[in-house]
């Protein structure tokens, strides 16, 4: 697979169109247009929004941090997603710093030959990406109390 000196970046030729970790608001119109392929006919798309809740506590704010090397344990991710399954193109995009309920804080997509196939390597991507890539998530509550998730 085709591979440039910036993790964000791809060779013409690579599936793997766009990742990158931001703290600017994040666009679905960007990430499905980036996995817009003429030969897939399944295109499958998440997007994670903050919740006004977590574990039945209200949540008032969040705040998104990343290690230097996220974006490349996102690409990382994404290659394997684009080993495992007939994808034509992949997009991943994740937000950090201060964001409030409703707000975007990932968005990614897959396109494949067949929706089927679409939805699988979609959920493989983001489920892999919560799990694997070093961004942390400080949440403070309506009460007043905070907690840390991913950091363990």
Not at 59 to 66: A, H, I, K, T, W
Not at 86 to 106: E, I, Q, S, T
Request: hydrophobic share 40%; with cysteine.
């Amino acid at each position: 697979m085709a591979s440039t000196d910036h993790p964000g970046e791809q060779a013409a030729d690579d599936p793997v169109k766009l990742i990158a970790v931001r703290e600017t608001p994040l666009s679905v119109d960007e990430v499905f247009r980036a996995v817009g392929d003429a030969a897939a006919g399944g295109t499958a798309l998440f997007v994670g929004t903050v919740r006004n809740h977590d574990g039945g506590a209200g949540v008032e704010r969040l705040g998104y941090s990343s290690h230097p090397a996220a974006e490349t344990e996102m690409r990382r991710i994404a290659e394997k997603v684009v080993a495992d399954y007939p994808v034509r193109a992949l997009a991943a995009v994740h937000r950090v710093g201060d964001l409030v309920v409703g707000d975007l804080a990932v968005v990614v997509a897959v396109s494949c030959p067949h929706r089927g196939e679409a939805f699988e390597a979609c959920r493989k991507l983001i489920d892999d990406l919560k799990r694997e890539v070093p961004i942390w998530k400080h949440q403070t509550f309506s009460d007043g109390t905070e907690e840390w998730v991913g950091s363990q």
